[in-house]
């Protein structure tokens, strides 16, 4: 179950193109650095040091392997397959995050870069940014949009204790994809001493690689675990909620390959309208090809090419484009896209929650939630695995006022009483 590096016939090219998609669309002063970033990450690979680096911080730091747990009670009261989770939210931060945070640190610190900026959606790349930053003793900075810096609180709180900076980004949408542009712009003016950890399998190459391969010890584990478990050698299905991408590609990146494993990334459905910006369902939603934030993808636009806006309940998943390994996949058919709507989402939550002991992310919630569903209309003898890439106690500000709106609104106005 030790962090390796995966090849499959879905990688990408010598260009830095998954198909037609991904690529590196970036102004000129940027080339360079991202072209000694792929000769510095190869050069790693080969590194075994490197690679004895990341194992040991994983399973010393990070707590890995996370639990791939049967939940016999849920598969139970749903009837149909075997529903098993891929706990993320036992890793150190509460999240997938760390796993790719970790390898662009180590990056970092081998490229002589003290200082880190990054972009984060529902703060949890952040919150693992900020982590490894002090862990390692670099200069933090992270954007975090404005709607999300506000609806994610406990995240800026936590980021800001560990040391970093966040800055709310009011420009544009004021979600994820204007905090990935002004990290970048952060990144242009300073580029001598800092490094961009990017946070999703987005951005230009050799990025969506970077974090892939270092996402992939989720499916790498998943893989060891089923099989020690069920004396099986594949489950049926592999299961994860897509914004950008990483922890889907993560756990799917190993399965790839394997012909017989149905895998389904599940998006953001929103408010359950096809309506621009009531969702963030890119494959359903039937997003059009485009170049943005250096690479080229499926992003939900306008008919003048401009980034509409879009609506999920989870941060982590309202992103307006796909990480462009997700679009190749889509193409080639070898992955599933499907969509959740946020009620759908919450009541699965729910659903885990009381039958499992087990509190997912909004964003895993739709991943669940599409299983569930999934899962009752199959027999006993199938399996699906669903990769929970967080845990819920990040979205109390968000989940807290959708299901018990009364009782929360009633404390938070005892706490402003209190304080006055």
Known sequence: MEFQFIHTSYDVDIDGHFGEYGGA???EVLRQPLIELEKQ????????SFVAHVRRLFNEFVGRPTPLHHCKNLSSAVGGAQIFIKNEGLAHTGAHKINH???????AE????RKIVAETGAGQHGLATATISALFGFECTVYMGEIDYDRQRPNVYYMEQLGATVVPVKDGTRRLKDAAIAAMKHWTTNIGDTYFLLGSVIG?????????????IIGIEVQSQFRRQTGRE????CVACVGGGSNAIGLFNPFL???????IGVEAGGRGTAIRGDHASKIEGKATVGVVEGYKSFFLQNDSGQISNTHSISAGVDYSGIGPQHAYLHSRGRVEYVAVEDSDALKALQLLAKNEGVIPALESAHAVAYAVKLASTLDASKSIVVNVSGR?????????KSLIPSKWDEYLKSQIAADH
């Open 25 to 27: 669309y970036v102004p």
């Open 41 to 48: 990450y190869r050069a790693a690979q080969q590194d075994e």
């Open 101 to 107: 945070c970790i390898g662009q640190a180590l990056l």
């Open 110 to 113: 081998r490229m002589g870069k």
């Open 204 to 216: 230009p190459h050799p990025y969506p690689t970077i974090i892939k391969d270092f996402q992939t």
């Open 234 to 237: 594949n489950p049926d299905f």
């Open 257 to 263: 390959d394997e012909v017989n494993v149905r895998l």
């Open 392 to 400: 819920g106690d990040k979205d109390i500000f968000i989940t807290a």
